[in-house]
Structure formats: C-alpha cells, structure tokens
C-alpha cells in the first residue's frame, strides 16, 4: 500500500471516529524503515549459496486501469491470483524437508478489504481468499508474516482486526510516523530480510500494488490487483 493514501486515512478516522487516538495508547513498538540490504542468497544443490534472480511477479490475467472498483470484478481478478498461488504453495511446502518456512503478507487490499469498508467500521472483513492461503500455510507449520506501510499508532488497531477475522500471525511489521514518506519498497524490502535474517526461508510474498514486490528477499512474488494504483 502507498503511504500517502494512509495519511488520508488517518486524517479521516481522527476526525470522524477517534480510533487512532485510542489505538495510540495500546499501539506496539513500530519497526523503522531501513534501506534494502543485498539480494537474497539461495542454496543450490552443491550446497553453496548463489544470487536470486528477481522474477516477474505472478499476476493473473491483465487488469485495466478503473477509476472506481467494482467489487465482484476485483474479488474474481484476486482469485486468478490465488488460484495459482495455491498450488505453488502445496507443491513449495511439500518439498522443505525440515526448512523453516515463511510466507509474507501485505494487509490492505491484500489481506483486508480496505478500499471496499470504511476504516472505522471494525473489524475490516478479511479478503477470503488470502485468508484461506494463511490458514493453509500456517497449518503446514509455515509461518504468516505481515509487512505493512500502516503506521505504528495503530499497530494494536491491525493486529487485533487480523486475529479477529481469523488470520495466524508470527509476525507483524508496521513504521513508525516519521518514517511514513520514506520509499516503502526499500522498507519492504528490509523487513523480509530481517525475517531471513531469523532463519526462515521466505517461499512467497504476496501483495497487490508494485512496491509489495520488489526487492527481492522471496522465493516468488504474487501481485493481487490494484489497477494502476486505484487500490492502495
């Protein structure tokens, strides 16, 4: 998601229900943002570690640009998505063998349904079919990540409407506010390699606007629709 569109939302829940003023007093720790460290290092079968090539993320079929979204299309056009992230998954997770797995999640428009739900009406109704790949994942013993451009004032807010619809969380990651303008892709980035960093193998990222995917850090990426930056 982009950090621009969330201070919109900020703004708009401040002043019209005081949600964040009370997340801020049970808010979390935020993480700060921090530059991309090198590209990720995969085994290969000799046991030695080589650079992984960055892919082209999966996408489903082509999604115009829309001025507004249609709800039905967009739930379609994320399940061509999922659709083949299933699979890969079944297939992935079959083949660790012992690995200490990961998957990383971003949240609005990807895991919540952010654009179709006023923020202030809680909990935000889970997008089901992301819903269902975390559940799967997590019942496999891989662990749900979430890495999110939400500011840290209201991590309590997140972290309490993931559980609430039923998402598994190992971890979550959101900014502190004076690093909100800051490039999110880089921070993005950072994030999954701290969480390589802990021992686990990121075997998908899955997110549904340009800056989710890139940088690497994952075994493969898998864009949810966003039509031309529409959604955040």
């Known amino acids: 998601m982009h950090g621009r569109k969330w201070t919109t939302r900020i703004a708009v829940s401040v002043a019209g229900a005081g949600v964040l003023t009370a997340a801020s007093v049970a808010a979390g720790p935020a993480m700060a943002?921090?530059?991309?460290?090198?590209?990720?290092?995969?085994?290969?079968?000799?046991?030695?570690?080589?650079?992984?090539?960055?892919?082209?993320?999966?996408?489903?079929?082509a999604h115009p640009a829309a001025d507004d979204v249609d709800y039905d299309t967009w739930?379609?056009?994320?399940s061509?998505?999922?659709d083949e992230a299933r699979p890969y998954l079944e297939k992935r997770i079959a083949q660790g063998d012992g690995e200490k797995m990961?998957?990383?999640?971003?949240?609005?428009?990807?895991?919540?349904?952010?654009?179709?739900?006023?923020?202030?009406?809680?909990?935000?109704p889970p997008v089901q079919?992301?819903?269902?790949?975390a559940r799967y994942a997590d019942s496999r013993g891989v662990a749900v990540y979430f890495v999110t451009a939400r500011p840290g004032i209201i991590y309590s807010l997140t972290k309490d409407n993931l559980e609430k619809?039923?998402?598994?969380?190992?971890?979550?990651?959101?900014?502190?506010?004076?690093d909100i303008f800051d490039e999110v892709s880089k921070y993005k980035t950072a994030?999954?390699?701290?969480?390589?960093?802990?021992?686990?193998?990121?075997?998908?990222?899955?997110?549904?606007?340009?800056?989710?995917?890139v940088g690497g850090?994952?075994?493969k990426n898998f864009k949810l629709p966003d039509y031309d930056g529409t959604l955040s």
């Open 217 to 219: 850090h994952t075994e």
């Open 75 to 78: 739930r379609s056009d994320v």
């Open 80 to 82: 061509k998505v999922t």
């Open 33 to 61: 943002s921090t530059d991309a460290p090198a590209p990720a290092k995969a085994r290969t079968a000799s046991g030695t570690s080589a650079a992984v090539t960055p892919e082209k993320p999966h996408t489903g079929a």
């Open 191 to 213: 994030k999954r390699a701290e969480i390589e960093a802990d021992g686990h193998t990121i075997i998908a990222n899955i997110g549904n606007t340009p800056t989710d995917v």
């Open 165 to 178: 619809v039923g998402y598994p969380i190992a971890g979550l990651y959101v900014r502190d506010l004076p």
């Open 102 to 124: 990961a998957v990383v999640f971003d949240i609005d428009n990807t895991t919540l349904e952010t654009h179709f739900h006023p923020i202030w009406e809680l909990p935000t």
């Open 129 to 133: 079919q992301t819903l269902d790949l």
